[in-house]
Each structure stands twice: as C-alpha cells, then as structure tokens.
C-alpha cells in the first residue's frame, strides 16, 4: 500500500518569497513521484515527475522538486512566488503496477501574498 | 490538439436519480482513468480501463457507481440512485500506455456533480 501526505493544507507566502510545499510518501516499492497544479474550476496539470533518474527534479513554472529517499520525501520549491503561482498543490504517487493509478496527497492551497 | 473533455460541467440532481457522466480522451490514448475530488476524501481513484482489458474496478466505492469504455474512446460513468455523499467534482484523465511506464496522466477540467 502506498500514501502520500502533504503537510500543510494551506501555505502563504509573499510575492518574491520562496515556495515550499512539503510532501512525504509511503511506498513498498521504489516510487514515481508527481507534482499537480489545480488552478480553480479547472483540471489537474502536471508539473512534474520523479522516474528515479535524477533526484533534482525541474519542472514547469520555475518549480522544483528533490527526491530524498532517506527522507521519504519529495517537497515542492520555487525560488520566488508570483501572484499567479495562487492554486492548489497535489502531490500524488504512482503504484506502478498494472495501472499506474495515483495515490493523491490532500493538497496544499497555496495564496501569495502582494 | 483537444485535451481530455468531459460533459456536462455540471450536474444538479435529485437524490435517488440516476447520472451518467461522460469522458473523451486524447485521440490515441489507450488507457483512461476516473478519479473523484470531494472535499471530505480528496482526490481518489475510481476504476481505470486500458485498451481491450477487463477495467481494473477497485476504487469504486459501491455497487451503485459503474463505467463503460466504448470502442476503447468515449467512457462513461454511471452512479445509480445518487446519494447526497455522491456530490463531488469527477475527473477523467487518460494517458499514452500502461503498466511500467511513466506517461503522464492528462486531466479533464471535470464534472461537478450536487445530489439535493
């Protein structure tokens, strides 16, 4: 069985400040990783993904993750808030079994601040 | 090219009725999965078809939910005499391969459902 557990279901930050948005999981087996955006009224988007290649992940919008499986961890961070980084945060990991089905983390709801 | 789209984007029901809602993956994606977002579960896994094969129904919460992949497109999920702990936002997403693979899953925008 696996589970994610995201730390904080609301964060806020200040326009230009760093971004972190904290993510641990649990996992029998060696991980995918995922990062979501939800902005409102609209679908999941991706922002990126850990496939067990390198552990300093890049993904879109100037967000970052870092996988530390010593930590069981894979937080989420941007060097500096903009106003339109405002969404929901999920973190999600993937059984890669069969189905490759997404265990979801509660979500971080991310405000900035101007 | 078209996303992931899903239909109606709302949906108010009596409780008791039944409800169909719809999926159209990305053209070529042969797997396609349903999740539901309600504020008291959050974000869950319902049932997930790929190509030709039985769909792996483990997430359905009970009997009254089932879905249908046609042609291996169009999908739709079916809830029998809605209840009122049924209301929630129902997402689709579909994908390029199966098991193994690291393909991004593609969200629909979803189909918020009340029951009243």
């Known amino acids: 069985a696996q589970s994610v557990t995201q730390l904080g279901s609301h964060v806020s930050v200040s326009e230009g400040a760093l971004v972190l948005l904290r993510c641990n999981y649990s996992s029998s087996v060696p991980p995918y990783l995922f990062w979501y955006v939800q902005y409102p009224n609209q679908g999941l988007q991706l922002l990126l993904k850990y496939t067990s290649a390198a552990t300093l992940v890049k993904g879109i919008n100037g967000f970052e993750a870092e996988f530390k499986k010593s930590e069981t961890s894979f937080h989420l961070t941007k060097p500096s808030a903009h106003m339109s980084d405002a969404a929901e945060y999920f973190c999600?990991?993937?059984?890669?079994?069969?189905?490759?089905?997404?265990?979801f983390g509660g979500g971080t709801r991310l405000m900035v601040k101007p | 090219g078209a996303g992931v789209s899903q239909s109606p984007s709302n949906k108010v029901t009596e409780k008791g009725k039944d409800v169909e809602l719809r999926c159209d993956p990305i053209s070529g994606h042969t797997a396609l999965y349903w999740y539901r977002q309600s504020l008291g579960q959050g974000l869950e896994f319902l049932i997930y078809f790929q190509g030709n094969s039985a769909p792996d129904k483990s997430g359905l919460p009970s009997d009254r939910f089932s879905a249908e992949r046609t042609g291996g497109s169009v999908s739709t999920l079916t809830i029998q005499r809605t209840q009122q702990e049924d209301s929630a936002v129902y997402l689709c997403?579909?994908?390029?391969?199966?098991?193994?693979?690291?393909?991004?899953?593609?969200f629909g925008p979803g189909t918020r459902l009340t029951v009243t």
């Open positions: 997403a579909s994908s390029l391969a199966r098991a193994g693979g690291i393909y991004e899953q593609y």
């Open positions: 999600a990991v993937s059984d890669r079994s069969a189905g490759n089905m997404l265990t």
